[in-house]
């Protein structure tokens, strides 16, 4: 995922997700969505300047589930969102770490995000400075 996610007008979030997870399962792409947002409030939403940073974010979020990659790599997603969905994005993040067969790798300078990683790496001037466990 990007830092600041892509909008795009005239696509809605069911276009997006369909086009993400490359099948038009409504069933699974409700799935998808509903792991980060309230699907009957977004799935028929245009993904344009109407969302807010931290629903965007979820969007983008349930987009790259629907691809089911080995590894997926989250650059600071907690860029442009408030306290509030900073709180829903780390629940996200646990359920997606519970019941995703994928790696998360988080890149985040955000100590809450700690919390959920099974092994952090501290990177500073682009050297890396300690790998260690929870």
Request: net charge negative; proline share 1%; aromatic share 6%.
């Amino acid at each position: 995922t990007f830092q600041q996610p892509v909008r795009f007008k005239g696509i809605t979030v069911r276009d997006l997700l369909e086009l993400a997870a490359g099948k038009k399962e409504e069933k699974e792409i409700c799935s998808l969505l509903g792991k980060v947002v309230y699907v009957r409030d977004y799935i028929d939403r245009e993904v344009n300047s109407s969302l807010s940073g931290g629903e965007i974010k979820r969007i983008e979020i349930a987009t790259v589930l629907a691809r089911n990659t080995k590894l997926t790599i989250f650059d600071e997603p907690e860029a442009g969102i408030d306290l509030w969905s900073f709180n829903e994005l780390i629940d996200a993040f646990v359920e997606i770490k519970e019941n995703y067969a994928g790696t998360l790798l988080i890149i985040s300078h955000q100590e809450r995000i700690l919390n959920i990683a099974d092994e952090i790496v501290v990177i500073a001037n682009g050297v890396v400075k300690n790998i260690g466990k929870k």
